[in-house]
């Protein structure tokens, strides 16, 4: 089992920065890929970004490359996800997402979920 808390959201104006944390406890965080997806009210969940187990690779969603960076410390076991330049359409809760041994956009590939932040964006 991996068990993770993410943390960091809240209420933002547009064009401001937050940055979300996601830490890790169970098995071996180095084995696993790490994801960050979004739910936007009434919408379906979406990818955002995703990092290699070792973090030497990312891959963002459109909507947010350029604005947003996702890294990982394997020394503290946590994924962040640095948002910048944040838009209202970037409100949503936010999920940090595990998978074993591989690195995906898709989340049905996912082994391990957080329980979501929430993050606001007002104009």
């Known amino acids: 089992q991996v068990q993770l808390v993410e943390s960091g959201g809240g209420l933002v104006q547009a064009g401001g920065s937050l940055r979300l944390s996601c830490a890790a406890s169970?098995?071996?965080?180095?084995?696993?890929?790490m994801g960050w997806f979004r739910q936007p009210p009434g919408k379906e969940r979406e990818f955002v970004a995703t990092?290699?187990?070792?973090?030497?690779?990312?891959s963002y969603a459109d909507s947010v490359k350029g604005r947003f960076t996702i890294s990982r410390d394997s020394a503290k076991n946590t994924v962040y996800l640095q948002m910048n330049s944040l838009k209202p359409e970037d409100t949503a809760v936010y999920y940090c997402?595990?998978?074993?041994?591989?690195?995906?956009?898709?989340?049905?590939?996912?082994?391990?979920w957080g329980q979501g932040t929430q993050v606001t964006v007002s104009s």
């Open positions: 169970g098995r071996t965080f180095s084995n696993y890929g």
């Open positions: 990092i290699t187990s070792s973090g030497s690779r990312t």
């Open positions: 997402a595990a998978a074993y041994a591989r690195t995906t956009v898709k989340e049905r590939e996912y082994d391990y």
